[in-house]
Structure formats: C-alpha cells, structure tokens
C-alpha cells in the first residue's frame, strides 16, 4: 500500500470525477477555445469558462472574469509581481516566502526595486504590526504566502487585508498550499491579488493555475499575444481576462481542474480543512511523546493548514525520506521545499526537514502507519546508528 | 542490487539526473536514482547512485551525451543499513567495516 503524503507538490489520487471529465476531452471537446466559431471550439470555450465560473465561486469572486488561468502558481505569482511593482518601488514581503515570490522580488531588487522581508517567528507566524511598521510611502505591493508549504504556518490573512488596504497598497496573496483546502473568501478579506495552483488542493492537473485580480487593479500583462479577441488590432486587450491570458489554454488541464473544484464544491472546502486538521493534530500528538524527533510548526492548530515538518535526530532528513519510501511506502518531500528563507528563519538553515502534505484522501490509519515508521526509525537512530556514527561511510 | 553501487554523482537539476541514469543505463551502467544528500550537495534533490570504480567511464559517457555533472562521491548511505527484519547493526558494520 502507498501512502501518499506529499500532496504540498502535488496532490494524489484525484478524484474520480477528473478522470471521467478527461474523457470527456478527448471525445466532445477538441477545439481551441474562444479562436474560432465551430462547435468545437465552443465546447472547449464552454468547458474552460465552467471552470473559471466554479473557481469563482469557490473563492467568492463575484466577477468570474477577474481569474486569469495561468500554467501554474509560479506563473501567476510573476505576473502579478512584475505587472504591479517597477524601479522605485518598494515592496514588503515575509521571510517564509516560497522562490516564486522571492525570486521575482530578488531580480527586481537588482533593477531598483527595494525590498523589505519582514521576519515571521520561527514557527512561521507572523505580527502583521510588523509589516504595517515595514510599509514606506513608495510601498506598491505586500506579498504573503497564505499557508507555508514548509511548515503550514497560516499567515495573518485577514489582519495583512485591513492593513493593505488602509495603506491603500495591493495585498497579494500566495494561495499555493491552501487553495481548496483553506476556506478563501477574496470578497470578504479583500485581497488584492491571489495566486492559486490547480494541482494541489484544488485537486486538478499539473500544468494549470491562475491569479484573481481585484476589480479596478489594472495590472501590465507579463505575457502578449493572442487572446481570440481584438484579432484586427495589434496591441493587447486592456479587458480581463484576455488582457492577462494570451496564447491557446490548457483545455485538457482546465476540464480536469473544473471536476476538481467541482468536487470541492460539492464537499465543501471547510470539511477539506477540518479533516486535514485532525490529521496533523494526530500526528503532532504523537511525535510529541517521541525521543530525538522535532516538529517546527506552530502549536495552535487554528494557525496550520495540512502541511508540516520534521526532523529525527540522528538521521539527516535525505535519510528519514529515502527509508519512508523504500522501507514503508511512504512519500513525502525534503530538504528546503524551494524556501530557504523559511529555514533560516526555522533554523533548519542548510539541513532541511522532512515534509508531510496531507490531502482530503488521507486517513488517520496513514498517519498512525507513519508514526510507527517514525517511532522506529528515531529508535535505530538512538540506539544502533550511534554506535557506527563514526564510520557512516560518507566521504564529504 | 547485484552491483556495489558505492559512488554517487550530484547534479545541478533533477533533468541533468534523470538524463544521466537513462544514458547510464542505456550504456551498461548499474545505476538507482536516490535522494540527494543536502551534505553532499545543495544544488539538486535527485542524484545518481553508481559503482564508483567505473567513474572514468561513467564521466566520459555522459561529457559525450552533454549531460551536465555536478561532482562525484565515494558514497554508501547509511539508510543501506536499515533492515527492518534483520540487524542493522551488523549489516552496518559489514557495509562500511571494509572501508576503514
């Protein structure tokens, strides 16, 4: 049996309402969408519109044209970054940011954009006064991560959107590890700008994401071309969503996403967290009560979504994964999860940890399998690698 | 695993060492991808386990396919050690006593 923890990369299984939506594909809906006027072509524009409707709804965008699909969160994330901040500017971000955020933000620091990374406690929590205290009169954006996909920390999001807002710069908001499984209501906390993946919560393919972006935020497109629209005129459409969303779609992507978030729907995002909950509170249970083993998220539960980390002692976190797999079946991610400044500030700054990412198919019977595995592996840590510690055959 | 895979060669992307193992592979090799060990290198989370006393040849195979190295290592994880059923202490000190 394989236990699937490493849904914080990509989620596995799907549904089994993507599969059948797939079939449909590539039997009714052959067309590019949106480019010509045969039935073809309307039924992809149909199937990617269904899509765009559902992920409004589940995000509570009142205008479903206000999401642009993207190829995934990285995408979105440099779209939204580069089409709102240029020379001069100055933004202010956190220290637990993913490369998607900061790696945009590093290249446009050597451009003449200033930069400032306020610190998150270790755990990954964050004072949203320190940020308020961060923000200069050149601010033109605030860029959080929604949930760490090191640590799971949930950032302060309703807090960031008040002070966003009074300060009357964009929030935008990395929604990478929480879309579908955090309830997200854009409406009511007012983010700005917010990137999504279609992959992992929201339980779609690889190869689909998106940005919501606020009405009235006029954005500069990263990416121009065709869009279906305007075909006489040479200049980009200045309208969502085209303006953001130039050449042909992901169609098959998009009708495997729209089952995805259908399915959601269906179940409700606020059970996905419920029940995500539950499984990180069982586990942190029970490391809790094991030797040589450490969790470095944050102890309320209300402050976590379904991803975490941990180290055994003894065992580089290279190790702990390598046996998870082989040994037990395991899967999970490590090492620094494309986010160093999140281990620095974890201190788990250059060994890395080993991550779990639960997902809605994971059960309590997993993490209990887990735990066991864990238990014996900090057990012949402690006990048998000590005695060899000194001849562990690695030539540095 | 028949052969000694007791080398490792880094990488600076899991491309360079997928490649690698497929030319390697395709070429004779003994090869099992692995974990990149974050104290051997940071740069990739995929490297290639080998046997080490094939590295001349190895290299020359993959400068020929213009696949991109990062370094190579005389490596056995100790996670070859861990044996659920039997001791791990003893294979341990099998493993890595012939190499004191």
């Not at chain 2, 989370?45 to 290299?59: H, I, P, V």
Request: overall charge negative; hydrophobic content about 40%.
């Amino acid at each position: 049996m394989t236990i699937y923890f490493d849904n914080a990369a990509t989620s596995w299984p799907k549904p089994p309402e993507v599969r059948v939506a797939l079939d449909g594909y590539f039997g009714d809906v052959g067309g590019n969408p949106g480019r010509s006027g045969h039935r073809m072509s309307i039924a992809a524009a149909r199937v990617v519109e269904d899509t765009r409707d559902r992920l409004a709804e589940l995000l509570n965008v009142a205008d479903p044209s206000r999401i642009v699909f993207t190829k995934n969160a990285t995408e979105a994330l440099n779209v939204a970054i580069y089409g709102t901040v240029g020379p001069g500017d100055h933004v202010v971000t956190t220290s637990f940011e993913h490369n998607s955020v900061m790696r945009p933000l590093r290249d446009l620091e050597a451009r003449g954009v200033e930069v400032t990374t306020v610190g998150c406690y270790p755990d990954g929590t964050l004072d949203a006064d320190d940020v308020r205290a961060a923000l200069r009169p050149s601010t033109r954006l605030i860029a959080a991560v929604h949930g760490s996909n090191v640590n799971g920390a949930l950032m302060p999001l309703t807090e960031l959107a008040a002070i966003a807002r009074t300060a009357e710069v964009p929030l935008l908001v990395d929604a990478s590890q929480t879309a579908g499984a955090v309830p997200i209501d854009v409406a009511a906390l007012g983010v700005d700008l917010l990137a999504f993946t279609g992959h992992k919560g929201l339980l779609g393919l690889t190869g689909t994401g998106g940005l919501y972006v606020r009405e009235g935020l006029d954005i500069t497109p990263l990416i121009r071309g065709g869009t279906g629209s305007l075909s006489d005129l040479e200049f980009q459409p200045d309208f969502m969503p085209d303006s953001l969303e130039s050449g042909t779609l992901n169609v098959a992507g998009l009708i495997g996403l729209g089952a995805g978030v259908e399915y959601l729907l269906g179940l409700g995002v606020s059970r996905v967290q419920r029940h995500e909950r539950e499984l990180v509170s069982r586990f942190v249970e029970g490391v809790g009560e094991m030797e040589g083993v450490t969790e470095y998220g944050p102890k309320d539960l209300d402050q976590r979504c379904g991803v975490l980390s941990f180290n055994i002692a003894g065992l580089t976190c290279s190790e702990v994964g390598t046996l998870l797999d082989r040994d037990y079946s395991i899967m999970s991610r490590v090492g620094l999860h494309c986010a160093p400044g999140a281990h620095r500030t974890m201190r788990t700054f250059p060994i890395g940890t080993v991550r779990f990412g639960f997902g809605v198919f994971n059960t309590r019977d997993e993490v209990d399998a887990a735990l066991e595995a864990i238990r014996e592996m900090a057990a012949w840590a402690a006990n048998d690698l000590a005695g060899i510690a000194g001849d562990n055959g690695r030539d540095a | 695993m028949a052969a000694t895979l007791d080398g490792l060669i880094t990488f600076f992307a899991s491309h360079h060492a997928i490649r690698a193992d497929k030319v390697l592979r395709d070429a004779g090799f003994a090869t099992e991808l692995a974990s990149g060990p974050k104290e051997l290198s940071p740069n990739c989370g995929t490297a290639l386990r080998f046997e080490l006393s094939r590295t001349d040849d190895a290299l020359a195979v993959l400068a020929d396919r213009h696949v991109q190295v990062d370094e190579v290592h005389p490596y056995v994880p100790r996670t070859d050690a861990w044996d659920r059923s039997g001791s791990p202490v003893r294979r341990a000190k099998r493993l890595w006593g012939r190499r004191s």
